[in-house]
């Protein structure tokens, strides 16, 4: 028989959390026990810049690893631990550093936009940084007649693209594995279930899902979308731990998450996020480690593209 032991962990992260000095900073994505222990919840954007602010010595990151990164690479002075190192993400890993640059080397009059969802040494060779939340005001900035690199995500650089009418866009070819696995068919046939539900989607999916929307938005920009619209079901096209966040704020609201392709495969659940558990959380604190440690070189030049994003927001 499974124990549940989570109310005691919970009282063990919190008393670490006092004695260490910590706050834990959490992705939506993460599973909602996860959720629960956090100070601060948010989406890539938000947390990026609540890192900053943040009074504490220590930050614990309940998310990938690189919005781990990015947290140190605006708080060098600050602790940031890791509970998951191993907690990747398949877009920044299909973005390879080295890869990048002869790419980048390709195109030497481009700016180039990349999207948080990559690592330290992409960003390192990026000019400004975007999340989902701010990637077309960030595009936006740059002069119109001034080509643009966009990495890793080829789904939402082709979004964005769109949006602004830009040709001169190049995309790298990068991917989520868990957007890409909605399955436009079983949307359309849960809108024909439930007439006035409102189709809700991250632009990491693909074109013919983000065109079957009523609204794409980041993680954030699709929380307040719920709250402000005046429909009562939404069908909800990203990764599922949002509904914790979601059923929270609108208890009066009905959200459906939207399937994938294969019923059985579970693969609309980032894998990654949800190695973040309250076990690894308290172990995390108890031994102050894993830690984010950066090359200074590297960092500073990562810094430079993530406050060129914060600075357009
Ligand atoms: P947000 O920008 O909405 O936080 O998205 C992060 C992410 O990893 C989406 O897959
Ligand atoms: Fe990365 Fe996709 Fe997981 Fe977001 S949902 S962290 S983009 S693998």
Redesign the pocket.
């Known amino acids: 028989m499974k124990v549940d032991n989570s109310a005691d962990l919970r009282r063990r992260i919190e008393t670490l959390k006092r004695e260490k000095r910590a706050v834990i900073l959490a ?3 993460t599973l909602p026990e996860v959720q629960e222990v956090a100070d601060f919840l ?4 938000a ?1 990026s810049v609540k890192a900053q602010s943040v009074e504490a010595d220590t930050i614990l990151f309940a998310g ?1 690893h690189f919005m781990a990164e990015t947290a140190k690479v605006l708080c060098p002075d600050k602790r940031v631990l890791i509970p998951c190192p191993e907690a990747g ?1 398949s ?1 920044a890993e299909s973005c390879d550093a080295e890869a990048f640059a002869a790419f980048r080397a390709q195109y030497p009059d481009h700016t180039v936009v990349s999207y ?2 990559t690592t330290v040494g992409v960003k390192a060779l990026t000019d400004i940084c975007c ?3 701010n990637a077309l005001e960030v595009v936006r900035s740059i002069p119109a007649d001034r080509p643009v690199i966009f990495a890793p995500d080829r789904n939402l650089g082709s979004y964005i693209r769109k949006l602004t009418g830009r040709d001169n866009m190049v995309l790298w070819d990068g991917a ?1 594995h ?2 890409e696995e909605f399955s436009l068919e079983k949307i359309l046939e849960l809108k024909r279930e439930n007439p006035g539900a409102k189709v809700v989607v ?1 632009p ?1 999916c693909k074109a013919h899902v983000v065109a079957a929307a009523d609204f794409v938005g ?4 699709i929380l307040d979308f719920c709250g402000s619209s005046g429909a009562e079901t939404f069908i909800v096209v ?2 599922p731990g949002i509904l914790a966040e979601m059923r929270k704020r609108y208890p009066g609201k009905r959200f459906i998450p939207a399937p994938p392709i294969d019923s059985t495969c579970g693969c609309n659940d ?1 894998r990654f996020m949800k190695m973040v558990t309250l076990e690894r959380i308290a172990a995390c604190l108890e031994q102050e480690g894993p830690e984010i440690v950066l090359d200074e070189e590297i960092r500073r030049r990562a810094e430079r593209s993530i406050r060129n994003m914060i600075a357009v927001r």
């Open positions: 992705h939506y994505y948010g989406d890539s954007l947390l990938v993400c877009l948080v969802n999340t989902s939340s989520c868990v957007h991250h990491e980041s993680t954030a920009a990203t990764e980032c």
